[in-house]
């Protein structure tokens, strides 16, 4: 495994983390403890220290519920342990009351007395404007419950949160990015670059579809977040997949591995957080380090 400084943060993450939206249930699996503990135990074995999870990640904090009946039986400093505020049982959560109770139910549920980097999860600029909310939030971290600041910008080029994340005192940003999604190579990772912020990737597989698993045509159940898709969005995403494929993937290697390690060789990138469903994809996201040039 490799590691990298996260920007201005100073804290040291692999390069590959593990994103547990999947633990949340909607990814067409309801995860045990045994099967997140599994999966954790497997990245912690190939040196990943770095996990993403979110308040909203299922019904009352289920994905951090998770991570906490694990990271119980852990060394807390072993780990990075990233989480989001807002997105909150299918509500927009973001008055200054309802975070500071949504960070204490994540303390709770992650069996921790501190974040290391807690998140604005994707709200509008409406709710991102709200001047009590920062101020708050500062003095959770001037109390220690909070470590770093950061915010999961839900657009490719909201300059608005990124310059008023900055203002507000964020170390990190989380962005969408992928070879299919490049957007932010245009506004959010020069910006990220010049103000020496650390830049977590999610979505690096385009929802799985990066894996080459899939052909056009390809449907998902109803239980699946990607059934909210378009088909015609997702076949047109299929076939770029498939040129990409056989045009710039190096024979015999693994396709998803190959897209990780894509992103990783960009500028301005600090880590990626891909979902992982079972140990053979973690054992196979921690192999895109091998491919990392910088």
């Given amino acids: 495994m490799k ?86 049982n299918g509500q927009k959560q973001y008055a200054p009351d309802q975070v500071l109770s949504q960070l204490n139910g994540s303390l709770k549920a992650l069996q921790t007395d501190y974040i290391d980097v807690y998140q604005f999860h994707s709200g509008t600029n409406e709710h991102f404007d709200n001047d009590e909310l920062w101020t708050m939030l500062d003095k959770q971290v001037q109390a220690g419950k909070i470590r770093h600041l950061g915010n999961s910008i839900g657009s490719p080029d909201n300059m608005h949160q990124a310059e008023g994340s900055v203002r507000n005192g964020c170390g990190v940003f989380q962005i969408r990015y992928n070879r299919i999604d490049r957007q932010p190579e245009e506004t959010l990772l020069p910006y990220a670059a010049e103000q020496d912020i650390g830049v977590l990737v999610r979505v690096p597989l385009c929802s799985g579809f990066l894996t080459g698993k899939y052909k056009p045509g390809a449907t998902f159940g109803s239980d699946d977040v990607r059934n909210k898709q378009e088909q015609k969005r997702i076949d047109r995403i299929l076939r770029e997949v498939e040129v990409i494929q ?17 992103c990783l060789n960009q500028e301005a990138v600090t880590a990626v957080i891909p979902g992982c469903k079972n140990t053979q994809q973690v054992l196979s996201n921690a192999e895109a380090a091998d491919y990392v040039n910088r």
């Fill in 3 to 88: 590691y990298r400084r996260l920007g201005k943060t100073e804290i040291n993450v692999s390069v590959v983390g593990i994103g547990t939206w999947q633990f949340s249930g909607s990814w067409g699996h309801d995860f045990n403890a045994k099967e997140a503990a599994d999966i954790l135990d497997t990245a912690k074995d190939r040196g990943i220290n770095l996990i993403d999870t979110a308040a909203g990640y299922g019904r009352d904090h289920l994905s951090e519920r998770l991570i906490g009946e694990y990271m119980h039986t852990q060394k807390r400093e072993d780990w990075v342990i990233a989480t989001k505020f807002g997105n909150y």
């Fill in 246 to 262: 056989q045009n710039e993937v190096p024979e015999r290697m693994n396709m998803a591995t190959w897209a990780l390690a894509w």
